[in-house]
């Protein structure tokens, strides 16, 4: 709902964090219980804090990798995963950097978590904490995109309204109290940790794409009215496909709530088959989503006049003339119609986007390697064996 009230704009400050503190208090009970520490009490007082404060959060945990055949203390530099250099009775010493950090210039806290499983000679990168914005040492390197200024309402309706802020998130001798201090060298843990969060927050990122597909769908039905084809059987073909993409969308997420599965704490979690399936599903068809609106939408979409055109007493009414679609339309509207598209499916936003549906919140291929894990394999194979009168295991 605030996604769609937003016109697409991305709540992540808000629920990010709440992400991460599930997936560390489900975690940080666990490696307690096996080892005898004591970071599950420091979770709580922190979720508390937060929760009182009601403050917001950016989230690291994408390491920049450096070479990525290669684990984190087998680098030709020790600082492409984040790593403690010191250890003081008071806290912790990190060094290192992590990537698409998002919305970390206007958050108050920036919770760390360790992006993959870990090996013994990878303890030293075996970390989690959290610390405030302002903390010493952290330096925050934005990204270029959206960087241009002159960004007006009617050729970018969508992205001169709401932008998603990334960093390289650099961590310079960063000191960590105690206190906010989750995971220390424990690195039988790491990778469970990491998927504790994922649990949560493959759903999070369905649900928030669910109002751009709607506005594709209906940037695509719009369009198609204006140029006068929407009744022709190959534009009808291709919203279909739109729609029908949208609502499977939706209905995977819909599912993965309601087959949510017990986990520890008295918590649920996402149906971690259903939400995988969910996420590649929008993943693996995004493209081809932009591929359908941009052909309905015509080669004008990228040669179109700019807004000083359009506003000019001498060109303004030629363009209105020359660039309205069928009978009761006017070439202004027309216009608007297309510059959303251009927007969202061109411009740098829509570039983002397209990235972003490859890559954020875990890649296809993660989502392909958690699902085979998740699946019950089990119970397909005995069913399987049954009927072809195969009783023995292989």
Same mark, same amino acid.
């Given at each position: ?175 960590? +109290?105690?206190?906010?201090?989750? /995971? #220390? &060298?424990?690195?039988?843990?790491? %990778?469970?940790?990491? !998927? ?120 303004? +009414?030629?363009?209105?003339?020359? /660039? #309205? &679609?069928?009978?009761?339309?006017? %070439?202004?509207?027309? !216009? ?59």
């Amino acid at each position: 709902t605030a996604c769609r009230e937003g016109g697409t704009l991305v709540v992540l400050a808000k629920v990010v964090g709440g992400d991460a503190l599930f997936g560390l208090l489900r975690a940080t009970k666990k490696i307690d219980a096996a080892l005898g520490t004591h970071y599950h009490g420091r979770v709580t007082d922190f979720y508390n804090y937060c929760w009182k404060q009601d403050l917001s959060f950016a989230l690291a945990q994408t390491d920049v990798k450096g070479d990525r055949a290669l684990r984190p203390s087998e680098q030709e530099d020790p600082d492409l995963y984040l790593r403690i250099v010191e250890e003081r009775p008071e806290g912790i010493v990190v060094r290192g950097a992590k990537v698409h950090t998002s919305n970390t210039t206007h958050t108050n806290e920036m919770i760390v978590l360790p992006t993959r499983a870990m090996g013994e000679d990878d303890k030293a990168y075996a970390v989690s904490f959290a610390i405030p914005l302002a903390t010493k040492g952290l330096k925050l390197i934005m990204s270029g995109y959206g960087s241009y200024t002159q960004r007006n309402p009617f050729d970018h309706p969508v992205s001169s309204a709401v932008k998603m802020t990334e960093t390289l998130t650099i961590f310079d001798d960063v000191f960590v +109290p105690n206190e906010r201090i989750f /995971l #220390k &060298g424990e690195w039988q843990f790491a %990778g469970a940790l990491a !998927l504790s969060f994922v649990e949560y927050h493959r759903l999070t990122a369905i649900s928030y794409k669910l109002p751009f597909l709607d506005l594709l769908v209906g940037a695509g039905r719009l369009i198609a009215e204006y140029n006068g084809i929407e009744k022709a059987a190959h534009v009808r073909e291709k919203l279909f496909w739109l729609a029908s993409y949208a609502e499977t969308t939706r209905a995977l997420t819909h599912m993965a709530c309601m087959k949510a599965v017990p986990a520890d704490l008295g918590m649920m979690i996402p149906n971690p088959t259903v939400v995988n399936i969910a996420k590649h599903h929008f993943a693996a068809h995004f493209h081809q989503a932009f591929s359908h609106v941009q052909d309905l939408a015509g080669g004008i979409l990228v040669t179109g006049p700019a807004v000083e055109d359009v506003q000019s007493e001498e060109t303004g +009414p030629l363009i209105e003339k020359y /660039l #309205k &679609g069928k009978k009761g339309t006017s %070439g202004k509207e027309r !216009l608007q119609v297309l510059n959303l598209i251009q927007d969202i499916s061109v411009s740098d936003f829509g570039g983002y986007q397209a990235v972003l549906a490859l890559h954020a919140e875990g890649s296809m291929e993660a989502e392909k390697l958690q699902l085979y894990r998740e699946y019950d394999w089990r119970k397909a194979l005995a069913f399987a064996r049954k009927l072809a009168r195969v009783e023995k295991e292989r």
